[in-house]
């Protein structure tokens, strides 16, 4: 079987802190030794001009992030480690799908509707101080995942919404070019990852001039752990572990027997600068061998240059530069000498019915069924994905024998309300549409 497929971008616009490390940088490079899978990992220094307009800053960045992840035991040779700028493949595929990406779904994307509420809020203009690029970022992470077929695609949660735009527009170029380019991925979340309080107790974050730097020198990372806010419990007092952020970190590095005993510790009354001294040995135990590597590789600038060059250069080969030229045929961008003439295959499928998913902004999962651009049938909303598609994959298995048009536009598939008919839709036309995808399917 081919392996899983798994991409992660990171963005080149920050020092990575200990928040970074045990959320994401840990465990990702801990699940690129599992067998059966292969990982791409990219440096997303297109990503972050979106928010950053300091040459130098990006710069430093995407050179101390390198350093970073392969300081803690990324292993070049084993996965593919790249910096998106070095892969203009990507850009390519970026106008190809902005091509075929619906404005009205990038209307609805949660940053830049964030930002247009902030303006209306302030009584701006909807689009004051917005960047295309901003408005186009969901785009870019389509590139970024569908020019390699990525599988699987670890996100926060506030990212999910992107993965499904990435579906839709991958979706909606193999409609319209009539065939399977694009495998479309999946978001996977890790309800486990580990979110550290910073030095204030709120969420350790560059936003919140908060975090603990990973590579800070010895003495200022214990400088930095004694300014940990805690409450006023004197020593010989009981404390509460669970609302602790001394008690959090701690347990973010230590072994399940270390925290039980720092646990007991704490309801035993152990004077918070015990606390920390404690917290500041068991991180630097873990941290020290990996900063001295660091400190090793930030002096070699253009080893970890070269490294990046030579991951870039083999990708490229490997995957980029077979799959644009294969999709430069499809969309026309071809040889002149070798034109061909007569309908197509593709075109007939391409005039097939779609299902197109996607993420509202109240957080739940709809699916419209569209012919050509008309809209036939709009779902209601679901409270995942996964419910979505598996209707869709109902309605596609069953056809539509077996809707009901019960009440006005409403449509059910035996007793489950499926959605709404749009204006000037009949029923037949949905069972038709659905009888051509079964067909098609068969």
């Not at 979106?50 to 430093?60: E, F, G, L, N």
Request: net charge negative.
């Amino acid at each position: 079987m081919s392996p899983t497929r798994i991409l992660t971008g990171i963005t080149t616009s920050g020092t990575p802190h200990l928040g970074n490390y045990v959320g994401a940088i840990r465990p990702a490079v801990a699940a690129s030794r599992t067998a059966g899978v292969e990982s791409f990992y990219f440096l997303a220094d297109y990503h972050a001009l979106i928010k950053v307009q300091d040459p130098a800053r990006v710069q430093r960045s995407t050179l101390e992030i390198a350093a970073t992840w392969l300081a803690c035991g990324l292993e070049p040779d084993k996965v593919w480690f790249y910096r998106q700028s070095d892969v203009p493949e990507t850009q390519e595929l970026t106008w190809f799908l902005t091509c075929v990406a619906g404005k009205g779904i990038l209307n609805r994307a949660h940053a830049y509707k964030a930002s247009v509420d902030k303006n209306r809020e302030a009584g701006e203009d909807d689009d004051a101080g917005i960047s295309a690029g901003l408005f186009m970022y969901p785009v870019l992470m389509a590139a970024d995942i569908l020019l390699f077929n990525a599988n699987k695609v670890p996100v926060g949660r506030d990212q999910i919404q992107h993965i499904e735009m990435a579906r839709d527009f991958g979706q909606r170029f193999n409609h319209l070019y009539g065939e399977e380019f694009f495998d479309l991925p999946e978001a996977v979340i890790d309800e486990n990852v580990a979110t550290l309080p910073g030095l204030d107790g709120r969420k350790m974050s560059k936003s919140y001039d908060n975090t603990i730097p990973l590579f800070v020198r010895r003495e200022t990372l214990k400088k930095l752990i004694y300014s940990i806010v805690t409450d006023s419990r004197a020593p010989g007092e009981a404390k509460d572990a669970d609302n602790s952020n001394v008690f959090q970190l701690y347990q973010a590095f230590a072994s399940e027997q270390e925290t039980a005993a720092m646990r007991q510790a704490f309801a035993d009354g152990i004077a918070w600068g015990e606390a920390k001294q404690a917290l500041f040995e068991r991180i630097d135990h873990e941290i020290a061998p990996l900063r001295a590597r660091y400190e090793e590789l930030i002096a070699r600038p253009a080893d970890i240059e070269a490294i990046l060059r030579v991951g870039a250069s083999r990708l490229r080969a490997r995957y980029a530069q077979p799959t644009l030229a294969r999709l430069r045929s499809a969309v026309g961008l071809r040889d002149l000498s070798q034109s061909s003439t007569g309908t197509t295959k593709k075109a007939a499928k391409a005039s097939l019915p779609l299902f197109k998913q996607y993420r509202e902004g109240d957080g739940r999962f709809y699916f419209k069924l569209v012919d050509g651009d008309r809209l036939l049938l709009q779902s209601i909303g679901h409270d995942s994905a996964r419910t979505a598609g598996q209707l869709i994959g109902r309605l596609k298995q069953e056809g539509g024998a077996a809707l009901q048009n019960v009440d006005n536009a409403a449509v059910h598939l035996g007793d489950e309300l499926v959605g709404h008919l749009h204006e000037g839709v009949e029923l037949a036309e949905v069972v038709e549409a659905l009888a051509q995808l079964v067909a098609e399917d068969a």
